[in-house]
């Protein structure tokens, strides 16, 4: 059930890139050495696996021996 | 013959041995051929999936775009994100339909599920006219490579034949074996390379990233970021966005999902593939690393700038190796959109001729 919820986190990557990247578009401050727009960028795609395992390991898909899915 | 020159040949050789020997213990039919049989482990589906992204146009366009454009590169690295996020529900459904229903290209699905042959021969053509250039930007892309990496003893020319018969014979023998298998050599090797290079270079010459970031910054201001016109955010949103729905459209693409054993490979790469997608990061630094160091390249001669940066660092052996990876990244996508485009024309339009 808590799949039902958890699947729309899936949206935060869209939203993170979209409308984020527009609103810290800049150099400075450098994160990590890196201009504020790249670091911005480069934790959503972390972020987007760590969402997509989330989804993954709550969704009941996933939880069936192999074969057994339909 | 120079050390760089036989670390390519050997390369080459290599591939060409793998992607023979890949059809080892297989009997060989039309669904064994495309699409593996639906045999594909996560990993097999990852590299192939992976295999077909990270290209020449990554190797020396991902850091000519940086070198060249500056912060719009970035896009390159949004766009893919998305798309794995969206194919951890859009991959499992078609993978159901086409094993149900024994599919084996693109067109096929197109045709089935809409019950319209026309629809899938349109399909099959949209889709070969996308890959001509595609395919040919691949070999080009090889030329540059082994002509820069073989100190010009070689003619582009004569690298893309070579490139080319190599790639068609194992396509030939081996079909999908031969492209995951040989993806799985191309991607640890432009994996070791790419992260070297894009950590050693930037602490080479400017001694870390920051220093890097902040001569690049006093040299050509606002050019880390996205500008106001141009390039600007409306066309990084458009561009993302229209990429990443787009994105499982290519029909090599398309058709490498078919291979997959089981549905679960794909939302376990939904999860695993956005990070390899850092690769990318690295090859962007040493894009940004050759803007003060190898300056002055226009216009298509921007791509150059990862081979002219790495031939004014390293010994010619390095040279080989780098040059080696490069060829890699050019046969493995080329031998899958070599397939596809195969698989679209026989399959479909010309099956769909003789019918009538």
């Known amino acids: 059930m808590a799949m039902r919820f958890i699947k729309y986190l899936a949206a935060l990557p869209f939203l993170g890139i979209l409308v984020g990247v527009p609103l810290l578009n800049q150099v400075e401050p450098l994160v990590l050495g890196m201009p504020l727009i790249l670091a911005w960028i480069v934790l959503w795609i972390i972020l987007t696996s760590v969402i997509m395992t989330i989804i993954y390991l709550c969704d009941p898909a996933n939880q069936n021996a192999p074969g057994a899915e339909q | 013959m120079s050390a760089a020159l036989v ?76 798309a794995y996020a969206l194919s951890y529900w859009l991959l499992p459904p078609i993978w159901r339909y086409a094993k149900q229903h024994r599919l084996i290209a693109q067109p096929d699905f197109f045709a089935r599920k809409y019950d319209s ?54 396509v030939m023998v081996s079909g999908v074996h031969g492209s995951a298998w040989t993806a799985v050599l191309k991607d640890t090797m432009i994996l070791a390379v790419v992260l070297f290079l894009g950590i050693y270079l930037p602490i080479h010459y400017y001694g870390g990233y920051e220093a890097m970031f902040t001569a690049i910054q006093a040299e050509k201001p606002g050019f880390l970021a996205l500008p106001p016109q141009g390039e600007s955010l409306a066309w990084f949103d458009s561009t993302v966005l229209l990429t990443a729905l787009g994105f499982y459209m290519w029909p090599h693409t398309f058709g490498s999902l078919y291979t997959a054993k089981e549905e679960r490979a794909f939302r376990r790469n939904a999860a695993l593939l956005p990070l390899y997608q850092l690769i990318l990061l690295f090859v962007f630094f040493v894009g940004f690393a050759a803007i003060l160091k190898v300056p002055g390249l226009k216009g298509p001669d921007i791509d150059l700038s990862l081979l002219r940066l790495s031939l004014a660092t390293f010994d010619p052996w390095f040279i080989g190796v780098i040059g080696a990876a490069g060829v890699l990244t050019a046969l493995v996508p080329g031998s899958m959109i070599l397939m596809a485009s195969a698989t679209l024309l026989a399959n479909t339009i010309y099956r769909c001729s003789t019918r009538r």
């Open chain 2, 7 to 82: 670390i390519i040949a050997v390369t080459i050789v290599a591939v060409l041995l793998l992607g023979l020997r890949a059809r080892h213990g297989k009997d060989m039919n039309l669904e064994q051929w495309t699409v593996g049989g639906r045999g594909f482990g996560t990993i097999l589906v990852f590299v192939l999936m992976a295999g077909e992204i990270y290209t020449t146009f990554t190797f020396l366009g991902g850091s000519g775009f940086a070198y060249g454009h500056g912060a719009p590169a970035f896009y390159i690295l949004c766009y893919g994100c998305l």
């Open chain 2, 117 to 170: 042959p026309a629809l899938g021969v349109l399909v099959a053509v949209v889709g070969i006219v996308a890959l001509v250039p595609y395919l040919v930007l691949q070999l080009k892309g090889l030329g540059i490579i082994v002509n820069a990496a073989a100190y010009g003893t070689i003619s582009p020319t004569l690298a893309i034949w070579i490139g080319a018969v190599v790639v068609t014979a194992y």
